[in-house]
């Protein structure tokens, strides 16, 4: 049986997890995701965090300066893998704090929160280094299709949170609701958009050159805060220097939390925290440097065999 | 005149240039002149020199400056030629042609190489355009080569050893000389003194020299370092080393001290093996923060070189007999059990190689026996090993799927009647001898199938059940006859292969369904088809494994339902009342996911727009399950409510959308006239629940909401008319009385008179069937070509849209195509 504040503990220390456990917290975190609408609706305060990339110590950097969970409620935009040397590590800390305080802790579904991306960026070779067989993947891509797609911090006039951005086939908060969301995270239309698209200095809707979701501009934005009595779009998913950015008169903010992004980007990174009053606190970071005190990193745990 | 041409070739600098000369004076460049330049040797000093005379008069001499000193000579723009000589004087020339420039810089370098003029040195110049700041990149020039290291001058090495990683002349060069020199070793021997007299500061510049080495992106430097275990580990040694974190060490000597290589069966050429584990062993663990894209791409090349050589090296050797003889004759299990693991680890190589190499070696596998492991390993009380022989069978498959019928290819393939009991007994009661040889043929042998089917059913491993899954998936696909190396492009690997391959794509996949759906499919469905007979038959409560096996069936439900040709498999879901079988699961107690999995697997029925499953849903009342689940969730704003709308919006959407309507809008008027109230009460706030209600107040006419004028004739209604039976229905008062008098089970019978053989046309239903067959083929060209419209973009680097036709319904719309390559960054 697990024992979910022991393997908090494990998981911060990279300890290897059992492949059994590391199945049951995913089939108990999907009970409660199950519970939770597309777009969740989360009380003041709580501390919006963007982009992890398997960065776990600095996601545990993340904790100190934006306060440990359960004290502080915490919202997560998603891209939690890939990247970073610990990303399946990450995601079981993740996973595991929500089991643990549900209601204290918030994951929304970022782009490489999908089968398809992880087998390109890391997590699926991850994976296969730490348990020999892909089975621990599988497992996490099934909560994966069980995130929500975004959320409304703190009600009317408050703050609605996506990984992405805008899509053109979405206006209002409400149209999300009518989609059944646990699938793979499509090519094209509203979910993937909501998971892909970025803001830009454009006239309206613009071609990504990501190749998925938007470009959409300040006239998007202000439609779409006035339309659904919002006051801020947070979200994350691309990588910002000064670790937030706000854009469009502050319609918009970009919220970025892997420091020195991919152990080489230089960058620092932030938290957002929303009070009561909806005031916002960007809380800066910089990369932690315990990084070295778990080399090997991606240590193979595997026997090889001639 | 030959001899003169061949000179001019070989040496550069002898045909005269057109060039400018210039001389600077203070700031600005005098122009001396326009002449013809060469290069020559002085025939008594042996300094060679640059000679410019004049175009107008050739005995006047412009320029004559020796190449001598430690004169750095600078190409700029492609063709500038610019330096100080030895008396301060800067000058340039400045050539008409590229060519010209091209040529007397060449020969500065053989002046330079050539041990005439050593200490020169020619750089170039590359603009650089982003932030304003010349690169400099050493054409030739004398190299400074590190002294062998000692206690005290480590610094001055990492000095010579950064200042050559400046440009690929001396990278190279610097390279050659460590490799010649066996310089590394001389390395080693001071990082051993080193650490065992602990002169800490040393250690860090010697691993400082280790990566700034690795970042001069040489292979065989690289090679170099791995000869020796010795090397290897000094290697790694002073990788543990890293003066940015003075605090902390690594210990990757320690890991490759304990690292255990696993030997299976004696092999001569283990070098190759240790080689690979060791290069991947620098790129994931020790180098990962050193490398910069170019040395990543360089390592991990040479690990695929590596990799090629090791599976050559498995299929020109004994090495795979012997290791399947171990299933033949071995009673050890430990050794048969690191068998599995060594193989599945050198799948997963040859998964990454290229296709042709990868079928080779898949398809040698499959001869020399690999399924005697695997069905040992299937077998084994072992958890892990039976994950990995799945594995083992997944990626096979995956590859191509007619390896597996491979085994059999003597016989002739089909014909044969489907077996009268079910096989997976057949394993069970067979001896080990028997066992030990898996009969694996298209036609109708259901054993692998079978196999699967008992492992996604039994066992209770989550991991396995889903690779079970995804087996069944490949092996169930209806393109398995024609899906001959699905993975690879089916293009680059030669013909010779092909052959062997070519044998089993004539499959008579007709006789293959029906045995899959005669002999595996009720046992696989079996939970369903008791539950459907029997609400007793409702477990109780789910164990965890069973919710993931009915979350499984529901998957592939979805997937038979779709992918497999109707007259096969909708006989045996309406027969069997699998449909009834699912939804009961929504009354029973058990977990939501299950439940949500139902819901999705309706829907696909639902979108599937087949008049047998439309009239089954609505003469069962399959939608009551539906709505007293919904019922119980409409309040809340959670998944399964989205579910829920989700199905509705799909009805309503497909409706007003597809060309073939008639089976929405029965299900819109089955819906409107018993569940009316609580769309009523219950779901005021959905809109498409308002539209559903208008529609089924207007008797499902769409028509009323869309602009008479502009609104193409609806095809459906020739299509409504013989429906069923050729008796006149029109689909806006059709009763319930009429839709049950045509219930599911008549043209269920028919199919079964198919199934007997006639197959010419059959009167009555057969035209409905028909018709709807054809209309799903021209969907299909449609839809294809929409594709292909689609995906002619799909190989830009920047997605495009294309406004493309729907042509269900006339109006346009936009798809953006993504190529997935395109999906870069966060």
């Given amino acids: 049986m697990l024992n979910l504040d022991e393997t908090i503990e494990n998981i911060k220390h990279c300890k290897h997890v059992p492949e059994s456990d590391v199945e049951e917290l995913c089939t108990k975190v999907i009970e409660l995701l199950i519970q939770e609408a597309n777009i969740q609706h989360i009380d003041t305060p709580v501390t919006i965090c963007g982009d992890i990339h398997g960065q776990l110590h600095d996601l545990i950097t993340l904790f100190k300066t934006g306060g440990e969970c359960p004290n502080t409620q915490y919202l997560f935009l998603g891209d939690f893998v890939d990247r970073g040397f610990y990303s399946l590590e990450s995601f079981l800390l993740l996973m595991a704090l929500k089991v643990r305080y549900p209601d204290r802790m918030t994951l929304i579904r970022g782009n490489h929160e999908s089968r398809q ?77 909501l998971l892909w698209s970025d803001p830009e200095d454009v006239n309206g809707w613009a071609i990504s050159p990501r190749g998925a979701g938007f470009l959409f501009g300040e006239n998007e934005v202000n439609k779409f805060l006035h339309g659904n009595n919002i006051s801020l779009i947070a979200r994350a998913h691309q990588l910002v220097m000064e670790g937030y950015k706000e854009m469009f008169n ?57 | 005149m ?126 650089n355009a982003v932030d304003g700041e010349d690169v400099t990149e050493l054409i030739t020039g004398p190299i400074t080569y590190p002294e062998d290291p000692t206690d005290t001058n480590l610094t001055k090495i990492l000095e010579v050893i950064n200042q050559g990683s400046n440009s690929q002349y001396s990278r190279n060069n610097i390279s050659k000389f460590i490799i010649e020199d066996n310089y590394f070793q001389k390395l080693v021997d001071t990082f051993n003194k080193a650490e065992q007299s602990k002169q800490l500061n040393n250690l860090y510049i010697l691993s400082e020299i280790v990566k700034s080495l690795f970042l001069y992106n040489e292979k065989l430097l690289v090679e170099d370092f791995l000869q020796s275990e010795e090397k290897i580990l000094a290697l790694v040694g002073m990788l543990e080393y890293d003066s940015e974190y003075p605090k902390f060490k690594a210990c990757h000597r320690d890991f490759l001290k304990a690292k255990s290589f696993r030997s299976v069966i004696p092999i001569d050429k283990i070098n190759i093996f240790k080689k690979d584990f060791h290069l991947n062993f620098l790129k994931d663990v020790v180098l990962p923060r050193v490398l910069d894209d ?65 079928l080779g070696f898949f ?45 059999e290819n003597e016989e002739t393939i089909d014909n044969s009647e489907p077996p009268t009991h079910p096989v997976i007994e057949d394993i069970k009661e067979n001896d080990e001898e028997e066992a030990s040889e898996i009969k694996l043929k298209l036609s109708d042998d259901m054993t692998l199938i079978s196999i699967l089917t008992n492992l996604l059913v039994e066992d209770r491993n989550p991991g396995l059940k889903i690779q079970a899954v995804e087996a069944l998936r490949i092996l169930l696909d209806s393109n398995i006859a024609t899906s001959s190396s699905r ?30 759906y005669t002999q595996v499919a009720p046992l696989l469905f079996g939970k369903l088809i008791e539950i459907a007979k029997d609400d007793k038959n409702l477990p109780i409560k789910m164990s965890h494994s069973d919710e993931l096996l009915y979350q499984h069936l529901c998957d592939l439900i979805s997937f038979c339902t779709r992918e497999h040709k109707v007259h096969i498999s909708r006989p045996f879901f309406l027969e069997n009342h699998i449909l009834l079988g699912i939804v009961k699961l929504l009354e029973g107690n058990c977990k939501m996911t299950v439940k949500l999995s139902v819901l999705r697997c309706l829907k696909n029925i639902i979108i599937l727009n087949d008049t047998f ?39 309503v959407k497909n409706l007003q959308g597809v060309s073939k309507r008639l089976n929405y809008k029965l299900l819109v008027k089955h819906i409107y006239s018993n569940y009316r109230e609580f769309f009523e009460t219950k779901l005021s706030f959905f809109i498409t629940g308002r539209v559903l209600l208008q529609l089924g107040a207007n008797g499902v006419e769409t028509r009323h909401l869309k602009d008479d004028s502009d609104y193409e004739e609806d095809d459906d209604d020739t299509n409504t008319n013989v429906i069923s039976n050729g008796i006149k229905t029109d689909e806006l008062s059709l009763s319930d009385d009429e839709i049950l008098e045509h219930n599911a089970s008549t043209p269920i019978n028919d199919e079964d008179d198919f199934e007997n053989g006639s197959q010419e046309e059959r009167p009555d239903d057969s035209i409905s069937e028909k018709r709807q067959r054809e209309e799903t083929e021209e969907e299909t060209t449609k839809r294809k070509q929409i594709n292909c419209a689609v995906n002619v973009n799909s190989d830009e680097t920047t997605p495009t849209i294309s406004i493309i036709s729907d042509f269900s319904n ?17």
């Avoid at chain 2, 003469?619 to 809340?636: A, H, T």
């Fill in chain 2, 294 to 358: 170019q040395t990543f791409n360089m390592i991990s090349t040479l690990i695929y070189l590596n990799q090629v050589e090791i599976i050559n090296y498995l299929k020109d050797s004994s090495v795979l007999e012997s290791l399947f003889q171990i299933y033949k004759t071995s009673s050890n299990t430990e050794l048969k059990r690191d068998g599995v693991q060594m193989l599945h680890q050198y799948i997963l190589i040859a998964k990454s190689l290229q296709s042709h190499l990868k």
């Fill in chain 1, 250 to 306: 502050s319609g918009l903010v970009t919220v970025w939390s892997a420091p020195n992004y991919c152990y080489r980007c230089g960058n620092v990174a932030s938290v957002l925290a929303i009070d009561d009053e909806l005031n916002r606190d960007y809380k800066v970071f910089e990369a932690s440097t315990q990084d070295i005190n778990a080399i090997p990193s991606k240590k193979p745990a595997i026997d090889y065999f001639i």
């Fill in chain 2, 613 to 651: 499953y439309c009239r089954y849903i609505i003469n069962n009342r399959i939608l009551s399950y539906f709505f007293k689940f919904f019922e119980n969730v409409v309040d809340q704003n959670t998944l399964a409510n989205s579910t829920c709308l989700d199905l509705i919006e799909i009805i």
């Fill in chain 1, 117 to 193: 991306i992880t087998t390109v960026y890391g997590f699926y070779d991850e994976c296969m280094r730490k348990y020999g067989t892909v089975n621990v993947w599988r497992y996490c891509c099934e909560v994966f299709d069980y995130l929500s797609l975004g959320a409304i911090v703190g009600g009317k006039g408050g703050v609605f949170c996506i990984h992405g951005g805008l899509s053109p086939e979405i206006d209002t908060v409400d149209q999300i609701r009518i989609l059944d969301r646990k699938q793979e995270v499509p090519h094209e239309g509203g979910m993937c958009d």
């Fill in chain 2, 487 to 516: 993975n690879g492009s089916g293009t680059d690997y030669d013909s010779e292969d092909d052959d062997e391959l070519n044998d089993f794509k004539d499959i008579n996949t007709k006789n293959y369904f029906r045995a899959f």
């Fill in chain 2, 810 to 826: 006339g109006s346009q719309k936009i798809a953006l195509s993504t190529g997935s390559t395109n999906i870069n960054e966060a």
């Fill in chain 2, 363 to 407: 398809s040698l596998l499959v001869k020399s026996g690999l399924f005697r492991m695997i069905s040992f390993a299937l077998k084994d009380s072992e958890d892990k090993i039976r994950v990995l022989g799945t594995e083992l069978i997944v990626i096979i498959i995956e590859q191509d799927v007619s390896l597996v019928h491979s085994i």
């Fill in chain 2, 2 to 127: 030959d001899a003169s041409q061949d000179e001019k070739i070989v040496l550069p600098g002898h045909t005269p240039r057109r060039v400018k000369v210039y001389l600077l004076n203070g700031d600005d460049w005098i122009d001396n002149g326009t002449g013809y330049c060469i290069g020559d040797i002085d025939t008594e000093t042996k300094c060679p020199y640059f000679l410019v005379r004049s175009e107008t008069e050739s005995n006047q001499i412009i320029l004559k400056s020796f190449l001598e000193g430690s004169i750095q000579f600078q190409r700029q723009q492609e063709t500038l030629i610019v330096w100080t000589d030895l008396t301060g004087k800067d000058l340039a020339l400045s050539f008409q042609e590229t060519e010209g420039c091209a040529d007397l810089c060449e020969f500065i370098v053989k002046m330079q190489q050539a041990n005439y003029s050593p200490n020169i040195s020619l750089y170039f110049v590359i603009p």
